[in-house]
């Protein structure tokens, strides 16, 4: 069965630090991965996507910036982190259209709330 | 660009009610249609997914329905229990693999 992995599950960091955050996915290949970020009182916001090996779209300008080295690992990093960075980031995937509505439900992880301080 | 709303925003309900969240869409031409539930702190899981070609969907005591043309869609929860109580959001696909995201429906159904 096919699982995903999100860490840190809480992370604290001062302005202007660097951050990375990790997601795997495990038993699928050539997921479709996803960052969202869910701000207090907002929707869910999607940063980016990737439908392949070294395939990031961006979705929001921001300071943050995604990688996918390997097939099912998708990163989320920043060079300095900014006030506005706090909140909480789920990392997500699905399967390439199949036409199984099944294996095309997207899966989330368990999330990393972030806080700036 | 697609939008996605959902309606109530909160719902507080006593226990054994049937319920019915509501889910608006601006585009009809979508490829699928998603609900979730999100406890606090927590990821997001899938309840239920309709396909464009499909009316509904059903699981246990949740019902979702589609209607396309008009851009909505329901989640029907039948005899609500306290454990029921979570954000449920729908999603919205437009076939480019990218989910668009209502703000959600936070229900708390107290015994």
């Known amino acids: 069965s096919q699982t995903i992995h999100q860490w840190p599950a809480t992370l604290v960091q001062p302005v202007g630090s660097p951050l990375s955050l990790e997601c795997t996915v495990e038993?699928?290949?050539?997921?479709?991965l996803y960052w969202y970020r869910q701000a207090a009182g907002r929707g869910l916001q999607l940063l980016f996507y990737?439908?392949?090996?070294?395939?990031i779209s961006s979705e929001v300008p921001q300071n943050l910036s995604a990688s996918r080295p390997q097939d099912r690992q998708f990163i989320l990093s920043s060079k300095k982190l900014l006030l506005s960075d706090s909140g909480f980031y789920l990392c997500?995937?699905?399967?390439?259209?199949?036409?199984?509505?099944?294996?095309?439900?997207?899966?989330f992880g368990s999330g990393t709330q972030l806080s700036v301080l | 660009k697609q939008e996605v709303t959902q309606i109530p925003a909160a719902l507080s309900v006593p226990e054994g009610e049937n319920l019915v969240l509501n889910c608006s869409f601006t585009?009809?031409?979508?490829?699928?249609l998603q609900w979730f539930r999100q406890d606090p702190g927590k990821g997001l899981t899938s309840l239920l997914l309709?396909?464009?070609?499909?009316r509904e969907q059903t699981s246990g005591r949740l019902n979702a329905s589609l209607d396309k043309s008009s851009g909505r869609s329901t989640l029907y929860i039948a005899a609500s229990q306290p454990g029921d109580s979570a954000t449920y959001l729908c999603?919205?696909?437009?076939?480019?693999?990218?989910?668009?995201f209502g703000r959600g429906t936070s229900l708390i159904v107290h015994p």
């Open positions: 309709i396909q464009s070609s499909q």
């Open positions: 990737s439908v392949g090996i070294g395939q």
């Open positions: 999603a919205v696909e437009g076939g480019s693999y990218i989910p668009t």
């Open positions: 997500a995937w699905s399967a390439q259209g199949t036409g199984d509505a099944t294996n095309e439900k997207l899966f």
């Open positions: 585009d009809s031409a979508i490829y699928n």
């Open positions: 038993g699928t290949s050539n997921p479709n």
